[in-house]
């Protein structure tokens, strides 16, 4: 009975100390975010649980797993451009719509590597709002949002041929 009012007062102290540190972005951060073709409208936090089977010594036992999701939601401003290997596949693959998380170290600096996710919209139109979730452990508190920067143009983007009235003469 001592050993579980340990572990049980230990996760309640960690989870009140990691919400008392939790620095996520405020107004001011969030409206910064934006680039030509995506802009960030909220920030949300959530703790969450999940069932894992955690290896326990000899057996596997089946126990709640607390962590954090962090869900970003924005606001498509116009169509990036499409290239040809973006059109035939998801829009997983358009590098204008990454959003990457970046833990802060020490110093408040954003560390090198970090964690990124496309936004996911319905229809890549105008106005369209997507989102892209992160799943972080419950001790991930100081950190940096980050949007993709303009890509370079590695080629032309290829448009379909329409007709005109000059080609129907």
């Given amino acids: 009975m001592r050993g579980r009012t340990c572990l049980a007062l230990t ?11 939790a620095t996520a972005p405020d107004k001011k951060e969030i409206a910064s975010l934006h680039n030509d073709y995506v802009k960030v409208l909220e920030v949300k936090e959530t703790e969450q649980t999940e069932e894992k089977f955690i290896n326990d010594g000899s057996k596997a036992a089946l126990k709640h797993v607390p962590f954090k999701n962090i869900s970003i939601v924005a606001e498509l401003l116009k169509k990036p451009p499409m290239k040809l290997d973006t059109v035939f596949s998801s829009n997983k693959k358009i590098p204008e719509l990454r959003v990457c998380i970046y833990e802060r170290n020490e110093l408040g600096k954003l560390v090198r590597e970090g964690t990124c996710e496309t936004f996911l919209f319905e229809t890549l139109s105008s106005g369209s709002i997507g989102t892209a979730s992160f799943h972080f452990p419950p001790d991930f508190n100081d950190y940096g949002i980050k949007l993709a920067d303009k890509q370079p143009n590695k080629g032309s983007t290829f448009e379909l041929w329409t007709p005109n ?3 129907a003469k």
């Fill in 11 to 21: 996760v309640v102290l960690s989870l009140y100390f990691s919400m008392a540190f």
């Fill in 165 to 167: 009235e000059s080609d």
